[in-house]
């Protein structure tokens, strides 16, 4: 028996030796070897990562005005699994965050640990939320939801462009400076308590968000109001279907004013036909008609065919292939001077005068002038147009061409064409935005194309002369004029494709005038195109008004002082 005892005693000291052996070797591996881990996970549990939202940089104008820019907002988020009541909580927030309480109830109650109440709710709201009983706001966070405000609403519109719903442009210069705007978001990492409620004096591990920079732009707002306000009474005359805009600075190409209508407010893009969202200034294509005879007479003066007291005799018609080209009416024939085949807009003299330049000759300056190429302006969507090579040329399409019909351009390569007349020759790739801010302060001034020639200053100087004479008497232009000021400028009226038929017939016209002033020491080009679906009127009497008015203003604002140097006398027939 004694023997059978101790054998028992032995083998129940020997159980718990291995037991005591077996905890504190499980002590040593949780405390030694998991330690961390536990204790990183005990940590864990009972801390909440925040995202923190960089404010995304405004944009400006050339002035300084802001037309777009974020204010700090807050998206309302719960954990389901912290909140007691979803009923009560959902009865104090429905009146706050204008969302019915069944919805609120419904998001409270659901399985898992994250959903969104309410977004771009504002920080008064939400401090009001804060104030409530612990009861009823157990499980609610707050997230950084900025929103975006543009407060010169249309104007403009479609040059700043718009954010979607995640903040990230989607148009204009908020999509092509998205990086720069957009600034980069931090994280706010903290513990909370058991209702999910930081803890003041807990763990805060916060990496700040860098705010975006700011962009500005080489457009003045007040002059962008008038272009925009006078383009929406063109369209609301009942003709007009569409309509478009733009100023530059003849020296610098700079966009002074860009504008279209229809338009749209940014703030409210979401309630606009999507196929208004773009900028039809540099994106839709139209044939421009007589306003493109500038080129073809740039070049025929640059390659010595002719100068602008030059006589030709005139038709009015002139065979082209298999059609039949005719000035604005036929007549017998007229002795022009090739300022008055400019300032008359005659087609068949344009013509006469191409054919002794040569189509592939004539290609060339129209690439030079910008035709058929992006400008590289800073804004998406931009078209290159239609100009086919001229050694596709029909002779019918050889003939159109210098006359406008038959090539493809925007408002924008349009006013480039006259920037480069008015600049003596010179092109300068047209740019929109002058500066970036980054968020440190730093200032980078937009990057400057080098400017190109194109014809030479002495042929410049004899367009600018011979296009002088359009709004002068005589000319198709008188409404282009601008009270005291010396104006130069030319009109163009190209039939519109009617979409019915694939054909011209029936399908109204395009109707342009672009131009520039004063014409002893030019500032300003403007230019302006008018789609009209169902009428016929002329780009001198429908779009040169438009010019006029815009011009007028340009000039005033700009502090243009007329030189009083009288008008030349033009000779535009001889008998």
């Known amino acids: 028996m004694k023997v059978q005892r101790e054998r028992r005693n032995r083998l129940g000291l020997a159980f718990m030796i291995t037991l005591l052996v077996i905890v504190v070797g499980r002590l040593v591996v949780l405390q030694g070897v998991d330690g961390a881990a536990y204790a990183q996970a005990a940590e864990d549990s009972r801390m909440r990562t925040f995202p923190i939202t960089a404010i995304r940089g405004e944009i400006t104008d050339r002035g300084g005005k802001v037309l777009a820019y974020s204010v700090h907002a807050e998206r309302v988020v719960a954990d389901p699994t912290v909140v007691t009541d979803p009923a009560r909580t959902a009865l104090a927030l429905t009146t706050l965050l204008d969302v019915p309480a069944s919805a609120l109830t419904e998001k409270l109650s659901r399985v898992g640990r994250y959903v969104v109440l309410a977004d771009k709710v504002s920080t008064d709201v939400t401090d009001r939320i804060k104030a409530l009983p612990a009861a009823s706001r157990a499980g609610l966070y707050y997230e950084e939801d900025p929103v975006r405000l543009y407060p010169a609403g249309a104007v403009a519109g479609q040059v700043v462009g718009f954010v979607g719903k995640d903040g990230d442009g989607l148009a204009g210069v908020e999509q092509t400076f998205q990086d720069q705007l957009a600034g980069t978001d931090g994280r706010k990492r903290v513990e909370v308590d058991g209702s999910g409620n930081p803890i003041p004096s807990g763990i805060d591990d916060t990496t700040p968000a860098t705010d975006g920079g700011k962009v500005a732009l080489t457009v003045d707002e007040d002059l962008q109001y008038v272009v925009q306000q006078r383009l929406d009474a063109a369209c609301a005359d009942g003709a007009t279907s569409t309509a478009s805009a733009v100023v530059l600075d003849v020296h610098t190409g700079e966009v002074a004013a860009m504008a279209s209508c229809p338009g749209y407010d940014p703030a409210h893009y979401n309630q606009t036909d999507p196929n208004l969202l773009g900028n ?131 408002t924008l390569q349009m006013a480039s064409v006259y920037q480069t007349l ?24 937009a990057a400057r194309p080098q400017g190109t020639r194109v014809v030479s200053t002495a042929t410049a100087d004899k367009l600018t002369y011979m296009l002088e004479a359009v709004v002068g008497k005589g000319g198709t232009a008188p409404l282009g004029e601008v009270d005291g000021f010396r104006v130069v400028g030319k009109t163009g009226t190209a039939q519109r494709a009617n979409p019915d038929c694939g054909c011209y017939t029936g399908g109204g016209f395009f109707t342009t005038f672009v131009g520039y002033a004063p014409a002893d020491d030019p500032q300003y080009v403007v230019a302006v195109d008018l789609e009209r679906p169902t009428s016929s009127a002329e780009g001198g009497q429908v779009a040169a008004p438009v010019f006029s008015d815009v011009m007028r203003y340009a000039l005033t604002a700009g502090g243009v002082v007329p030189s009083g140097a009288p008008r030349p006398d033009f000779t535009l027939t001889v008998p």
């Not at 290609?363 to 800073?378: K, W």
């Open 280 to 410: 039809a200034a540099i994106s839709d294509v139209y044939e421009p008609g007589s306003v493109m005879k500038a080129v073809t007479l740039s070049a025929a003066i640059e390659e010595g065919k002719a100068q602008p007291d030059t006589v030709l005799q005139v038709p009015g018609h002139i065979q082209a292939g298999d059609a039949v080209v005719t000035d604005a009416h036929d007549h017998p024939p007229i002795g022009f001077t090739v300022t008055g085949i400019l300032a008359k807009s005659s087609n068949v003299g344009a013509i006469m005068l191409a054919r002794e330049v040569g189509d592939q000759k004539l290609e060339q300056y129209l690439r030079a002038f910008g035709i058929g190429s992006t400008t590289g302006i800073e804004l998406p969507g931009e078209s290159a147009g239609i100009l086919q090579g001229s050694a596709d040329w029909t002779q019918s399409r050889a003939a159109n061409v210098p006359i406008g019909q038959g090539v493809s351009v925007t």
């Open 422 to 445: 008015a600049n003596g020759g010179v092109r300068v790739p047209p740019r929109i935005v002058s500066s970036v801010t980054a968020a440190d302060g730093t200032v980078t001034p």
